[in-house]
């Protein structure tokens, strides 16, 4: 699964997925990127976050996309994301006979006023956790640079 860098919902930005496939030990890729392979159709989808990897949100409109790459945001991008909204990564490619669909991971959203991305380190029953979590200031405030007390949850658990 791939760790997506947080974008910003006023970004229009390129999205990413690396899809390989080994073949008697031979790396390609199947969206035919790789010289001497022909090219299959590539498709990706961005629904709203389920927020468990184990049970990425199904995938309801695809986009058409190149060599699995798919511009997304606002202007010429095929789908606008919502601040403070996470979207679940799939890709397709349209192969003969198979379709394969996978789940790439979360992309984190960011962007609306009074919230920012900061990096939070901590402990949670003993085991280190670290991450990029969303911030909001009652007030609108930049929260960058600041302190605020923060609890970490893990499952609804404090």
Known sequence: MTAFEPV?????????????????GTVIDPTGATAGQAALPVAMAFPASSGNPLEPAV?????SASTCQCLVGPGSGVVTLTPGVAVDVWATIQGVPEVPAVFAGTLP?????????VTLTGMDGGSA????????????SAAGGASYPVTLYDGGHA
């Not at 919902?9 to 073949?23: H, K, Q």
């Not at 956790?129 to 609108?140: E, I, K, M, Q, T």
């Open 109 to 117: 959203v960011y962007g609306s006023p009074g919230v920012t991305m």
């Open 59 to 63: 995938p309801v409109t695809w986009y």
């Open 129 to 140: 956790v670290s991450g990029l979590y969303p911030v909001s200031v009652a007030d609108g």
């Open 8 to 24: 910003s919902a006023a970004s229009l930005a390129e999205i990413n997925v690396t899809w390989t496939s080994r073949l008697f």
